[in-house]
């Protein structure tokens, strides 16, 4: 049958009717919100590239863990700012390092919000690359002691997943080996499985200081111009333990958190990164956007390609509108 017996636009002419017949729908439990930690007291330092967003000391940051436990929010995942850096990131894997202090700190406030820790060293590293670095090169064999060494350290504070981020070649796979040697076969491992080298980044690298001292980052994050390959990572990081594989960034990528939905019988993650949050803030700002729907609809779009949980920015502000 055709028009005019099927008028599609029957059940768009309200409202009620289209919330009666919507296929997608957010949630504030779809939402992880990354937050930055950094030393002092009293410290709420606005990140001028991600207008709304903070670095924040221990005592703010639980202040924001609260409130994004009371809007329910699904968890928060943790970036560090150390004290100081040094060639092998020791501030990752330090017991008493800037991130391990922060969960246990949150984790002794707040019971019912997960608390994520991002697994690299490029936060930690004076030469800003996510390893160990040999004659101006990221070695990837050397770098897994580290980062199984981090995520032990994470864990121990009492961090509910491990999420590394590095995209080392074995990294999952040895994380799991260390986790479970030291007692903690229970925490899940969410992997940044495909995660691309992109221009998206750019905002997060002031909030976290972490550009590179030198290069680049593409001889190990992923080219953006390849789907194939991420199916392969994807399945890898499987093979190795992975309990949530993730994709990196979300809206330049929704091609590849679809297929993984599709390919994959884990929950999918998503990170809308900073530069797809400071673009559409940007644009808000200049009278070009109506930020409330351009911030709905980015998030729509990210679950309705197959995402379980958003890493998002907009965490927060999204699950106050809901």
């Given at each position: 049958?055709s028009?005019?017996?099927?008028?599609?636009?029957?059940?768009?002419?309200s409202?009620?009717l289209?919330r009666?017949?919507?296929?997608?729908s957010?949630?504030?439990?779809?939402?992880?919100?990354?937050?930055?930690v950094?030393?002092?007291?009293?410290?709420?330092?606005e990140?001028?590239?991600?207008?709304?967003?903070y670095q924040?000391?221990?005592?703010?940051?639980?202040?924001?863990?609260k409130?994004?436990?009371?809007?329910?929010?699904?968890?928060i995942?943790?970036?560090?700012?150390p004290e100081?850096?040094?060639?092998?990131?020791?501030?990752?894997?330090?017991?008493d390092g800037i991130?391990q202090?922060?969960?246990r700190a949150?984790?002794s406030?707040?019971n019912?919000?997960?608390?994520?820790a991002d697994?690299?060293?490029c936060?930690?590293?004076s030469?800003?690359?996510?390893?160990?670095?040999?004659?101006?090169?990221?070695?990837?064999?050397?770098?897994?002691?580290?980062l199984?060494?981090?995520?032990?350290?994470?864990?121990?504070?009492?961090a509910?997943?491990?999420?590394?981020?590095?995209m080392m070649?074995g990294?999952v796979?040895?994380?799991?080996?260390?986790?479970?040697?030291?007692?903690?076969e229970?925490?899940?491992?969410?992997?940044?499985a495909a995660?691309?080298a992109?221009?998206?980044?750019?905002?997060f690298?002031?909030a976290a200081?972490?550009?590179?001292?030198?290069?680049?980052?593409?001889?190990y994050?992923?080219?953006?111009?390849?789907?194939?390959?991420?199916?392969?990572e994807?399945?890898?990081d499987?093979e190795e333990?992975a309990d949530?594989?993730?994709?990196?960034?979300?809206?330049?990528?929704?091609?590849?958190?679809?297929?993984?939905k599709?390919?994959?019988?884990?929950?999918v993650?998503a990170?809308?990164?900073?530069?797809e949050?400071?673009?559409?803030?940007?644009?808000?700002?200049?009278?070009?956007?109506?930020?409330?729907?351009?911030?709905t609809?980015s998030?729509?779009?990210?679950?309705?390609?197959?995402?379980d949980?958003?890493?998002?920015?907009?965490a927060?502000k999204?699950?106050?509108?809901?």
């Amino acid at each position: 049958m055709s028009f005019p017996t099927v008028r599609s636009r029957r059940l768009r002419g309200s409202p009620a009717l289209r919330r009666a017949v919507r296929e997608t729908s957010l949630e504030p439990s779809d939402f992880i919100y990354p937050l930055f930690v950094c030393p002092g007291e009293g410290v709420r330092r606005e990140i001028s590239a991600m207008p709304d967003n903070y670095q924040l000391s221990i005592d703010q940051l639980i202040v924001e863990a609260k409130e994004a436990e009371s809007l329910g929010i699904a968890g928060i995942i943790l970036f560090g700012l150390p004290e100081s850096k040094d060639p092998e990131g020791s501030g990752a894997y330090a017991d008493d390092g800037i991130v391990q202090r922060a969960i246990r700190a949150v984790k002794s406030e707040v019971n019912d919000l997960l608390v994520i820790a991002d697994t690299c060293l490029c936060e930690y590293t004076s030469h800003g690359h996510c390893g160990h670095v040999v004659d101006n090169d990221v070695d990837n064999d050397s770098t897994l002691e580290l980062l199984a060494k981090a995520a032990v350290s994470q864990a121990r504070a009492g961090a509910d997943i491990i999420a590394p981020s590095d995209m080392m070649d074995g990294r999952v796979g040895t994380i799991r080996e260390a986790l479970d040697d030291h007692g903690f076969e229970k925490t899940p491992i969410l992997s940044y499985a495909a995660k691309y080298a992109s221009v998206f980044y750019g905002p997060f690298r002031e909030a976290a200081d972490s550009a590179p001292q030198f290069g680049d980052r593409r001889s190990y994050q992923m080219d953006p111009a390849n789907q194939r390959e991420a199916m392969r990572e994807i399945a890898l990081d499987v093979e190795e333990g992975a309990d949530i594989i993730m994709v990196k960034p979300a809206m330049p990528y929704l091609d590849i958190v679809f297929r993984a939905k599709q390919e994959f019988d884990l929950p999918v993650a998503a990170y809308q990164v900073s530069g797809e949050y400071s673009m559409i803030v940007a644009a808000a700002r200049n009278g070009w956007l109506d930020l409330e729907r351009a911030m709905t609809e980015s998030l729509t779009s990210i679950k309705r390609a197959g995402a379980d949980l958003i890493l998002t920015y907009f965490a927060k502000k999204m699950a106050k509108r809901l």
